[in-house]
């Protein structure tokens, strides 16, 4: 279904995340005929650019990012029609502003969004921009990304400065793991059938495992990167809100409000990590060189070109979650860069049966175990006990019952962005963050990096290709469990 007319004003479009994701996101959107032929997607960078040189730029992203077999020539075409470029040096005098008005005066009554692609130091002097131009109309709506700051404090100055001049209801703050198609099936999984609820508690689960391990490095990041380490890249947002939408309780709707008000719920029942906790219950890590499936590959300082960085590259993390759901159920979190594979998957771990009426010769019994793999085949895994088939007698096999979304849909799974930006221009914020949320769960995140600060140990070293730290392991271990292993 096509969206309202809009304008979108991408800030940064000529960097990563722009060629990379928003662009190669919009031309499927396009592709599935959702955008109205009016909309104009118009990119803003410092560079002098003509809408022609922008647009080459634009069809050169597409090579890249597209697999060849989805760019049919006349909708490349007619979607660069709808690319315009404007220069607007937000931090100077002469700046571009008032070109930029003038190009947005004839969309006056559209959907207006203003998407920053750029660095967080920036989203000041462009929201000043935008408000001091009289850019803002009621169907305005600003979009942000990660990082929202550095740390609680920051983050709230972040959100005071957008604040000033956008309402909340005009903020969306991505975090594109809510818009990945299992993500949200975890939604479906849970609330639209009956079969979990009612085991989805700590008198049925004994814990929870949430693992996004990455196979790359910090590629050409290594600067961004040393700043932040995996937990704020990572946990401090992508992974805290799968574990919310793990445990939060049912809400009213699927509607924004009602969402993250129980998103919000989770996060302050978080068992908050202090008092010398850090060293028992997190792991940290930094890959050293090894190797990858494609070979050899350097370790994080020789990527960054210095040997003094502290910086995580891995971190484990045994949360927990002081609420009657949830008591005494750890969430094991571990997410990593340079780890075996590209795996990102939650797995929930039922508590196992009381007593076994097949004894030694039915072989050993393991609990039942939902696996919802967000990448990189995506699908819904569900392992129970069954009969080995035969006549020998009873002997007992786990098996996974088992939808894989590419074969029972056959149709192409729509990248995170794809749904989120067209959320944007409907006005649906419901899997976008709320200022609170974001806040909250750096008030769980500063008492960590704090620990890790004062701490005299450094990271621990792991070699490339390999599950991180064995602390990691010996960190689930420890309570009789073993992370969930099944390439
Ligand atoms: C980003 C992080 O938010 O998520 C990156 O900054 C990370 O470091 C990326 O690689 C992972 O996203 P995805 O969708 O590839 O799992």
Excluded at 35 to 62: F, Q, W
Excluded at 74 to 80: H, M, T
Excluded at 116 to 136: K, N, Q, R, T, Y
Excluded at 302 to 330: M, Q, Y
Aim: hydrophobic share 40%.
């Amino acid at each position: 279904i096509a969206v309202d007319p809009f304008d979108l004003v991408v800030f940064g479009a000529t960097g990563d995340l722009a060629y990379r994701k928003l662009i190669p996101a919009l031309f499927h959107r396009h592709r599935d005929g959702q955008i109205p032929d009016v909309s104009r997607i118009i990119g803003c960078s410092r560079r002098p650019m003509t809408d022609e040189a922008y647009r080459k730029a634009t069809e050169d992203a597409l090579k890249k990012f597209v697999p060849a077999d989805e760019r049919e020539p006349e909708l490349v075409a007619s979607f660069l029609e709808r690319i315009f470029y404007v220069a607007v040096d937000a931090t100077a005098e002469k700046s571009g502003w008032p070109d930029l008005v003038k190009v947005l005066k004839e969309g006056k009554d559209r959907v207006r969004a203003f998407y920053l692609a750029v660095s967080p130091d920036l989203f000041g002097v462009i929201c000043e921009g935008i408000g001091a131009h009289g850019l803002i109309t009621p169907q305005t709506r600003v979009i942000i990304e990660k990082p929202i700051g550095k740390s609680l404090e920051s983050a709230m100055a972040l959100s005071d400065t957008v604040g000033k001049v956008f309402k909340e209801s005009q903020i969306y703050r991505i975090d594109h793991y809510l818009g990945k198609e299992t993500v949200q099936n975890l939604m479906a999984l849970r609330f639209a059938n009956a079969l979990f609820e009612p085991l989805w508690n700590a008198a049925h689960i004994d814990h929870v495992q949430i693992t996004v391990a990455e196979s790359v490095g910090v590629e050409s990041r290594a600067g961004y990167y040393d700043t932040a380490g995996a937990l704020r890249d990572m946990v401090q947002n992508h992974i805290l809100q799968l574990l919310c939408l793990v445990a939060m309780e049912p809400p009213s709707q699927f509607e924004a409000d009602a969402m993250r008000d129980e998103k919000l719920k989770v996060l302050r029942s978080l068992k908050p990590i202090v008092d010398g906790m850090a060293e028992q219950v997190t792991v940290r890590g930094q890959y050293r060189a090894g190797a990858s499936a494609g070979g050899p590959v350097p370790g994080y300082l020789e990527e960054l070109g210095r040997n003094d960085s502290h910086t995580e590259t891995f971190v484990s993390i045994k949360a927990e979650i002081e609420n009657w759901r949830w008591a005494g159920v750890p969430f094991y979190i571990r997410t990593g860069k340079r780890l075996p594979s590209r795996i990102s998957e939650i797995v929930v771990s039922f508590k196992s049966i009381p007593h076994s009426i097949f004894g030694a010769s039915a072989g050993s019994l393991a609990s039942n175990q939902l696996v919802m793999r967000l990448q990189p085949d995506e699908g819904v895994r569900l392992w129970l006990m069954i009969k080995d088939p035969g006549p020998g007698g009873m002997r007992l096999r786990h098996v996974p019952l088992d939808m894989s979304f590419a074969q029972t849909f056959k149709t192409r799974s729509p990248e995170a962005y794809e749904r989120l930006i067209m959320d944007v221009i409907r006005g649906n914020a419901t899997l976008f963050m709320r200022r609170d949320e974001v806040e909250a769960a750096w008030r769980w995140i500063d008492p960590i990096l704090d620990a890790w600060s004062t701490s005299r140990e450094a990271p621990k070293s792991y070699t490339a290709g390999t599950w991180g730290p064995s602390a990691a392991i010996a960190l689930i271990e420890r309570d009789g469990r073993t992370w969930h292993e099944e390439m």
